[in-house]
């Protein structure tokens, strides 16, 4: 079915951009359009997931070529789902800009950009095109690179050159690979590709171009040889841009993979193994990591590789209860890490530090606040029933009915590890006395209570959606499996959009 | 002229990979740059080059019954270089303000312990 407002996503943020583009100079105007932006973004986006909840997959033919031949939009559930915890996620981070992030950095654009990023964002879930994915891909790499640089700071460039040598590479390996598959298929709409890919004689350059794609999307999901840069830069923006990066960026990588693997190169025996050796792998150098550090963003940043390997390790296993679990993992992932972000924020904000060792007291001064994380670390961790139980317990199950018992003993490990460090960062920010360095300041203090609000209230948002997450979650098992369904019988995607 | 390319996409690749794997700040920005020129040139020929045949016909006609020169390559290609001369610049920019700052070109050194940390 066509339906053209599947763009609208896309373009309420293009449009909050560019009328924020020509009011320079006037931040409190752009604080004010960039929550109504996004709450227009969020009201659309739930429109369209319960659309698609209720009838199937809806299509769009840009400029009205017909596909093939044109650049098609698809929203299928996996799709809409992404554009719904973007949409949330970005609603929760633009609240929390209006104070986190300094006036010089709004003087210098920092609202449009993040308007950007976001529509980059939503674009590269909806759209069915491979080259259109890539351009896609670039209006957000570009635009991360400049929110990740934006303030100049000594330590935000140093973590910007690796960021962005990374990402270019993968970009270019990317753009590698769509060019050897055009090149033998002589086609790039993604449900075309579906249909010719299997039909193609010699399939060892098929095995060799979706390499490609496995670097490419591997460097920007973060995945074990290839994760280096995160641990490295992710610490070193403002906290609201590190909550967008932690929670989007990454699951943007992830998003592809499935997209390609599932759709395009159905895995064989040889990838599945290399997607559980990367998702084992993953899974421990990023739990160890997350281990040593003292510094909360350097330890969540680490805690990202380590989950993001949970997920890879699930396609791995490529059934239908695997990817369940790593698709409701993702769901749960987006809302928790970009909460961890924002909440990393406040604490700076609290304690004018993000050192574990100088942190302390914080519950006994705000006990309320403390209870609201509370919320979101029992999450992370998953203790039932919170959201992040259910998935890992699909994923448990599937790995050891498959007897993939290094993935099942993998998954405890980093599970464990995950829990051990959460409750040092419990005991060591929030019931520690408090410090007695004189170097500690408060600056939530003396913020107006109105500005108050501005910074608990994305956190309590983000909480409460891990909480529905959590403790709605037949319905999100429901929505998974359809999503799952989808991933291993795309014959109904194919039609959709080819009409046949 | 498909060999002589085959060639030159081997000698871009290779040393934009070479490039890439120096320390230096520059060197890594030649190399992405040719690296980018080189997946230009790949999607370029893997397109199949056909010479002398406009993706034209005639008024008519409803179908090609010709061979004729497929645009989409060179429409990805102006695309990619598009994004490419994007990301290249801002790139030289970064570079250049960080070299300002630490005063080397070792990519060894963008290390420097954080106030945060200490």
Request: proline residues 3%; aromatic residues 12%.
């Amino acid at each position: 079915m066509i339906d053209n407002q599947i763009i609208a996503t896309v373009l309420v943020h293009l449009f909050t951009a560019l009328i924020q583009l020509v009011l320079p100079r006037k931040t409190v105007e752009q604080m004010i359009l960039s929550i109504a932006g996004c709450l227009i973004g969020f009201l659309l986006s739930v429109n369209l997931f319960i659309k698609i909840l209720d009838g199937g997959i809806l299509t769009m033919n840009a400029a009205n070529w017909e596909a093939p031949f044109g650049i098609v939009f698809v929203a299928d559930l996996f799709s809409v789902t992404m554009v719904l915890l973007t949409s949330v996620a970005a609603l929760a981070v633009s609240i929390f800009s209006a104070v986190g992030v300094g006036r010089a950095r709004m003087l210098y654009g920092y609202f449009p950009i993040f308007h950007f990023l976001i529509m980059g964002l939503n674009g590269a879930f909806l759209t069915g095109d491979i080259f259109n994915l890539y351009v896609w891909f670039e209006v957000v790499i570009i635009s991360s690179f400049v929110l990740l640089t934006l303030g100049g700071r000594k330590a935000q460039l140093e973590g910007a050159v690796k960021y962005m040598a990374m990402n270019i590479l993968a970009s270019t390996f990317f753009l590698t690979g769509i060019g050897i598959l055009y090149g033998i298929t002589g086609t790039l709409n993604m449900a075309d590709l579906a249909l010719k890919i299997p039909l193609i004689e010699d399939q060892n350059i098929v095995n060799l171009t979706a390499i490609f794609f496995l670097i490419g999307f591997g460097i920007k999901s973060a995945v074990f040889p290839l994760y280096f840069w995160l641990p490295s830069s992710y610490h070193t923006p403002p906290s609201a841009v590190a909550a967008v990066f932690g929670g989007l960026l990454t699951k943007l990588g992830l998003y592809a993979l499935f997209r390609f693997f599932t759709l395009l190169f159905v895995p064989n025996e040889f990838l599945k193994i290399v997607f559980l050796t990367i998702g084992v792998t993953t899974i421990l150098t990023g739990a160890f990591g997350a281990l040593i550090k003292t510094n909360i963003r350097r330890m969540l940043s680490y805690l990202i590789v380590c989950h993001i390997g949970f997920v890879i390790g699930g396609l791995g296993l490529y059934n239908k209860m695997a990817l369940v679990g790593a698709v409701f993992y993702m769901i749960h992932d987006i809302m928790v890490k970009t909460n961890l972000f924002l909440i990393a924020g406040l604490i700076r904000q609290l304690r004018g530090t993000m050192n574990m060792g100088k942190l302390g007291g914080i519950y006994a001064e705000y006990p309320k606040i403390s209870l609201l994380i509370a919320v979101v670390l029992f999450s992370l961790v998953g203790i039932p029933p919170l959201s992040g139980f259910w998935p890992k317990l699909f994923l448990l199950e599937s790995a050891l009915f498959n007897h993939s018992y290094f993935y099942a003993a993998s998954i405890i490990l980093g599970s464990f590890i995950t829990l051990f460090v959460i409750a040092k960062l419990w005991s060591e920010v929030f019931w520690k006395d408090a410090s007695l360095d004189e170097m500690v300041v408060d600056n939530f203090k003396a913020l107006k209570p109105g500005r108050k609000t501005l910074m608990v209230l994305p956190i309590a948002i983000l909480a409460c959606a891990s909480l529905f997450i959590g403790l709605n979650a037949e319905f999100i098992i429901q929505v998974t499996d359809r999503i799952a369904n989808e991933m291993i019988d795309t014959t109904p995607y194919t039609r959709a959009v080819l009409g046949k | 002229m498909e060999l002589l390319l085959v060639v030159l996409i081997g000698a871009l690749y290779a040393s934009g990979v070479y490039l890439i794997l120096r320390r230096s700040m520059v060197r890594l920005l030649l190399g992405i740059i040719l690296l980018g020129n080189g997946t230009n040139i790949l999607i370029f020929l893997l397109g199949t080059i056909t010479k002398g045949k406009p993706p034209v016909m005639a008024a008519d006609m409803s179908v090609f019954t010709d061979i004729y020169a497929d645009p989409i390559p060179q429409a990805l290609i102006l695309t990619a270089i598009v994004i490419s001369f994007g990301l290249t610049s801002f790139a030289i920019v970064l570079l250049k303000r960080v070299y300002a700052l630490l005063g080397t070109d070792d990519l060894d050194t963008l290390n420097t312990p954080q106030e945060e940390d200490v």
